[in-house]
């Protein structure tokens, strides 16, 4: 089952060096923790103000014992007296690890330390796993740092990949170890202000690199950012000048100026169903027919003869954010299968989205598709996806997002969505939700209060009809049937119903006053038919009354 990490790298509270932590996979139906502090691994940062966790990657298996890593940017650590020159922590994966651990005093074969090599670099301020560039059977490491100036370019930003092995050091610097440094084009680019795992976009069989710098500007499109996507290749350069990239992969630009194209970048899966890995961009302040600041997401599909520079909006899919100042595409992710159709699924956040309260934020989920429409609205997905709306007014949920593999192990892909101002542990603790996947959704908006009207809305095949459950009961751990994964116990029926042509339906539900049904848990879930004999099953939905 797969493993889900939040950092809290702000925490001025608790702990002002940043704190991670690691939750693992839990059986299918157990609820993860309700508090951070049931975390199963607290890992915390070295110095004050290190900001320790601002950027987390899961980073595959770096040194080649079997077991997956954690990579831990830290870009606020100052290293041998350089102010913010930054480092990063990859803490290895093992069969038991400890219940905290100290980022900068990792046991020996605990991790490595990747330091920074001069003041203002920012190493760390971003960080991933792209798998194995050089295709040795190692998984390699990219290290962002939007500060440095190499090549005397002052601000011009520099990414530097770390190449697999089974020898790291306890401590190493980074420009001093065995990889390739990806250098900014121009002064004040800020490339590494991201960096995302491609997957093999190209289908040469080694994976590829995204890597931003979000205040380029190509021709007169003044800050309108560029991305690089660098091609795997069993003989990587040291070194990489940006600005003399065709020969290394494919320069992105941005469709216009304020774009900031190379600060939300995603890769690695595949959205067409074609064999490719696709690319997805965020540009969050990018104005729509919705109105200014409404954000705007790109998808570009992988191919094997992509030429050295691609335009957005030329080709590809085009994702509008609904409203002015939703800021769509400030968070963006592929995925996984969220739906279980086979096909990675988009996860756009919109952290200024007020559908749950003024900027409650929320989260886009837009279904994979063989031949999707060159434009779609995210307001007006119908069928092709689902608005998750974040909790309370000023949640910001949708800042943060990611797909996290299958943590539960009922066989469907997971995402995890972070509401940075939420208020459960506290004014603006913070709060991470995760959301399992189903290949039908429940989900119910509105106030759970005895005599209150809630909506519940139901998502599925476009007009299929559907049994709808209710129960005051519900196995921790679902059976297996052939129809899928079964939680319910002794259920109520509440009647056949039809999904609309465009596969959802909402009802207003309004709970009962008088019958004691305060503190009491409602479980449901629906069985629909979306084609011949065969069925499927919603995932399970919880109404706690309140």
Avoid at 116 to 137: F, W
Avoid at 289 to 308: E, H, I, K, M, Q
Avoid at 520 to 546: I, K, R
């Amino acid at each position: 089952m797969g493993d889900w990490v939040v950092s809290s790298w702000g925490d001025d509270f608790f702990d002002p060096s940043g704190r991670v932590y690691l939750v693992f996979g839990s059986a299918p139906g157990q609820p993860a923790p309700g508090s951070l502090s049931s975390a199963d691994v607290l890992l915390t940062g070295a110095q004050t103000a290190d900001a320790a966790g601002q950027a987390l990657a899961a980073a595959g298996d770096v040194n080649a014992d079997g077991f997956d890593d954690l990579l831990i940017g830290a870009p606020r650590h100052d290293v041998s007296g350089l102010t913010d020159a930054g480092r990063a922590y990859l803490v290895y994966g093992a069969a038991s690890l400890p219940a905290s651990i100290n980022l900068g005093a990792m046991a020996p074969g605990q991790g490595v330390v990747f330091n920074g090599e001069a003041t203002g670099n920012l190493s760390g301020i971003s960080v991933c796993g792209p798998g194995d560039l050089n295709g040795d059977g190692i998984d390699d490491i990219a290290i962002g740092a939007l500060g440095a100036g190499p090549l005397g370019r002052n601000l011009a930003g520099q990414v530097q990949i770390v190449f697999g092995r089974v020898d790291f050091a306890a401590s190493e610097t980074l420009g001093a170890v065995p990889g390739c440094l990806l250098a900014g084009q121009a002064s004040g680019d800020r490339l590494g202000t991201d960096v995302a795992r491609a997957g093999d976009v190209d289908g040469d069989g080694l994976d590829d690199l995204l890597a931003g710098a979000p205040f380029a500007d190509p021709g007169s499109k003044t800050n309108g950012g560029r991305a690089y996507l660098l091609r795997g290749s069993s003989s990587l350069p040291a070194l990489i000048d940006s600005a003399s990239f065709s020969a290394f992969g494919t320069v992105i630009n941005p469709q216009f100026g304020g774009h900031y194209i190379g600060a939300a970048l995603a890769g690695g899966g595949d959205v067409n169903g074609d064999g490719l890995s696709d690319l997805l961009f965020g540009a969050d302040q990018a104005d729509t027919p919705g109105g200014n600041d409404a954000g705007r997401s790109f998808l570009v599909y992988g191919s094997a003869s992509l030429p050295s520079v691609v335009t957005l909006g030329s080709g590809g899919v085009t994702l509008d954010g609904g409203a002015a100042g939703d800021c769509s595409g400030g968070s963006v992710s592929l995925a996984g299968d969220l739906n279980g159709d086979g096909l990675a699924d988009l996860l756009i956040g919109a952290q200024n989205a007020d559908g749950g309260g003024n900027n409650s934020g929320c989260a886009y989920i837009v279904y994979g598709a063989p031949g999707l429409p060159a434009s779609i609205s995210l307001d007006a997905l119908s069928w092709r996806g689902v608005v998750i709306n974040g909790e309370a007014a000023g949640d910001r949920m949708g800042a943060s997002l990611a797909h996290v593999g299958d943590v539960d192990g009922d066989g469907q892909d997971d995402l995890l969505l972070g509401a940075r101002f939420a208020d459960g542990g506290g004014s603006n603790s913070g709060a991470a939700y995760v959301v399992e996947g189903a290949c039908h959704l429940l989900l119910a908006e509105g106030s759970m209060a005895e005599g209150d009207t809630f909506s519940m809305k139901c998502f599925g095949p476009p007009s299929a009809p559907f049994l709808l459950w209710l129960a005051a009961d519900a196995f921790p751990v679902p059976l297996g049937t052939n129809k899928g994964p079964f939680w319910l116990l002794d259920p109520l029926e509440i009647g056949v119903l039809f999904l609309d042509a465009d596969g959802a339906l909402s009802l207003p539900l309004t709970i009962p006053t008088g019958l004691g049904l305060s503190g009491v848990t409602g479980y449901w879930q629906f069985m629909a038919q979306p084609q011949g004999n065969h069925c499927d099953l919603s995932g399970l939905l919880e109404t706690p009354v309140s």
